[in-house]
């Protein structure tokens, strides 16, 4: 069971890389047997980020130093970023590229053709662009070469990045679920000069019970405020300086002073002599103050975004103690969801109980007119599957991606959901790709603006076909580059915004395919440390799109025929659009609004654990599993339905089912009954977590498990009927009655990202 003893959370250490101030570049490590040293593969190093080197050195050596005073089992790794990293620009600039000039080479004579043929993009790209693009492979591949098994994902927030951060680790150390967490940062910036240079920064932060000699401080204090206002700790005694760790402006500097006078509290400038390095100044202003000598007691660091609400946490030199909190049980209230063709929770269950599902035919027509399909295989920037899950729904690009922000806009219109109160303390944390389509091309603007250029001069003067394409395509980009700033942890203020939540913490999080799971783990805690009151926890991937088509096709990942999870003739999964959001409170604040629970979220388990960036790990899924169980007094045996990851692959079929017998045993009276809700709705990646714990969720209210579309003979090497193990031809009613029902769902990802979730009903 989670402890919950009085501790404090030291700050071991920090070390950071800065851009030259000659041209603002970084020494990125180009010594190939550094990529050795790190444990990355021949078959990566053209498809990592140029940030990964740099972060792998600092945080190898961070580690190396404190390894004996941390324990590498229970230690987290996050990441901070942003949208747009170098590897995702040059991905999405290939594929577009290569989708405009092949749509404009089809309506056009064969000698424009030739000519437009020389604009293809050169740069082959690797099998392993799908990978290296996520934020995500950059923390894993940091958990993987410094040893580490806890937690690893990434995170954006804006210019709140790095004080967000502190706050997840806060709660993950405050509930004990870390025992140490390395907080990674990087601006990796489009364009870096010597005002705007690439920087790095790692901090290391640890759960203890007694002083640590060559701790650099201790973490004392993480909340939110409104702009307006300090917390009401920030004028007591001994906290004699705050930090504006992210100056946008002049205006909010002066905004800041203003507001600080008032408390007689000194404000510390050197924020605004530090190089422009974006997300990662205020890392940089946190070591500068732990250089400085002890002359200050404590430090407020205050971040004053745009936003209502200012994440803040106080550094004391001296050892301090955290007040002991009380359990808090925490509980699902509501939830909607829109997959496919299937909007909102009954249209979900019809779904999920039909013969039919929401996966169907691709129209090809969508993605680039059909010239990138290939039925026989896949060829670099090409896609060979026919079949997807894709969002009803109109508005899409030209890549056949819907706008998230209008799918989610939706999504919340329709939903009648609980009068939330508008003060209280509250998160709203996103599953998503880092990298929206969007945010991409508007810093491509220019070098696509270029490239239509190029092909208008071509083309030359005319009304065809191809020029009316081309121009669909320059509206496209006009649009993209008009466009206001649209990063991920957006989607999070959206959300935010329609529910008029005023101390309100908004983020994104991606954590590969078990993202929304990393986003309910983290809200979960966040909630259970006390820190907050309500949580909002949402998920948004449309991968159903030629961008992720071709790069999942080139690494062969997608099904050829259809996803076929326990069967023979599984071979890949098939891509599906989502959108799903829950709400989260503590049980007591459930009762006192009145708020109908839905499920009680007992425990989850997680580990990052894997032998490659790709392949599963059942050592991982099972250190997930038996994770989760540690923390609950539900056992294995009260475990009634494992809704599985499933993605139809030979392999991770294999590996998952010996991971679950490995945990649940056979099962000799009553079978263990096995979902696979990616055979009804394809894989829809971040949004998988959580459609999943909708599925449960459903499946408690009307007490039964649904069925899978089980397609073809299953492998008898699974020996699913000698276990005992049910995979669901039919729908099943639950044997234990209402109040006593328990199910479990697995959430696996990229890099070895595992997690293990288990819920309960709760007889109101």
Partial sequence: MTSYTPTAIALLDCAQLVGSPKDGSLAVLEDQKQYAKYAIPPIYRTAINRMQLPLLQLSYELIESHRSTIEQDRTDVILCTHAGTDRQLANHYRVTANAMIRQLMQLSETQTAQKLASLLPTQIGSSHDKVGEMATTMATRIAQSCKLTGRAFAIEAGNDSFSEAIALAYDSLRTNQAQSVLIAIANDTSEHTTHQRLAASVILLKRCDHPIADAKGYLSHVSTCEREALPAHANSAGVHSIVLCNPSSASLTEQLKTTINTHNIELDHRANILPDTGIVCGALVLNNWLKKPNTHAQALFSNMPDSQAAMTFTICREYKTIERQEHNTVVLCDKQIWLANRFGEKAYWSGLTDQIGGISTLQHELYSEGTLFKANGAQHDSYYCHTAAKLNTDGLDLLAQPQPKEVLAHTLQQWQTLNLPKNAKSMVITATNLGPFIERRKLLAAKLHALYSQCNEILGTGNGAAHVCLQKWLTQFNKDALSEDFQASNLSRQVATHFELNDCQHLAIEAACAGSIAALDCAKNAISSGRIDVAIVAAVELPANLHD?????????????????????????????????????????????????????????????????????????????DHAFSQTPVKPAHVEFVETHGTGTAVGDAVEVAAISSVYGPRQQHTLKLGALKTQFGHTFAVAGLASVIKVILSFEHGQVPRNLIRGELRSDLQLSQLGYDPMHDEKTYIAPKGMRHAAINGFGTGGVNYHVIMSDFAQ
């Fill in 549 to 625: 088509l071709s790069l999942c096709s080139s690494q062969q990942m997608l099904s050829r025929d259809v996803i076929a999870t326990f069967c023979e003739t599984a071979d890949g999964f098939t891509p599906g659009d989502g959108c799903a959001l829950v709400i989260l409170t503590k049980r007591q604040l459930a009762t006192k609004y009145h708020w109908s629970v839905l499920a009680e979220l007992n425990a989850i388990g997680s580990s990052t654990l894997s032998k490659s960036m790709i392949a599963p790990n059942s050592e991982g899924q099972i250190h997930a599993m």
